[in-house]
């Protein structure tokens, strides 16, 4: 069982909502990187969601675009964003570290390879965005025997036919996308997103988390009245982006207590 359902668990005995928050490894360098995830975890972030940088973002938004191609000319690679969770559980081994990415560094790296290293470094889940079920079995196969989650994002377009196999093998929690687009493009109306919720919530019997579009604590609260987690990113990487650490978890605390203040 990696560190995610304990989170979840506690924090539905406790009648609240998670705040997972993103941050892209390598943005704009390694030690910053480790920073903000000590600084994620001291500001109420409940899981975090690493970024693994590529050139292709397919899903993201400029704003993680950005932040990717800073990482990347900075030197970023998989074998180093491991070294940053191994180094951040030399004095956190509770937060749970999720790598957020697209398949082919995963799969220059080794599918299996890559889970043994991820499990080794301490992460507890991955997202490949662009591995759709029926195409990530080596990967699957791979993070199962090594203890970790594969999470699958779940779309406003993922209908009643398709969900089942969407969500089937999917651990840890199911990753809402609240709208049709890129990150940081606006989040859906939250009736349609509590609708949404449910229906993704009694196919997988696991928690659900909501993201992207969500940027500020006024709607980090909507979300998290009828969601099981929020997730931001955008509004993150653009704080630290424009004002260094201090500001990002200045932004991601005010967040954090919307989120677990909100019910």
Known sequence: M????PTFDRLKSEGKAGFVAYIMAGDPDGETTLTMMHGLAEAGADVIELGVPFTDPMADGPTIQRAALRALDGGMTLRRVLELVDAFRETDDTTPV????YANPFHAYGFGEFARAAARAGADGVICVDLPPEEDTELREGLKANGLSLIRLATPTTDDARLPRVVEDTSGFVYYVSTTGVTGAGVGET????????????????PVAVGFGVRTPERAAEIARVADAVVVGSAIVDALDAGGPELALQLAKTLADAAHSAR
Request: net charge positive; no cysteine.
């Open 191 to 206: 009736a349609v997103v509590s609708g949404a919720v449910e229906r993704v919530r009694k196919a997988a019997n696991l």
């Open 2 to 5: 990696t560190r995610l359902t």
């Open 98 to 101: 999720v790598l957020m990415g």
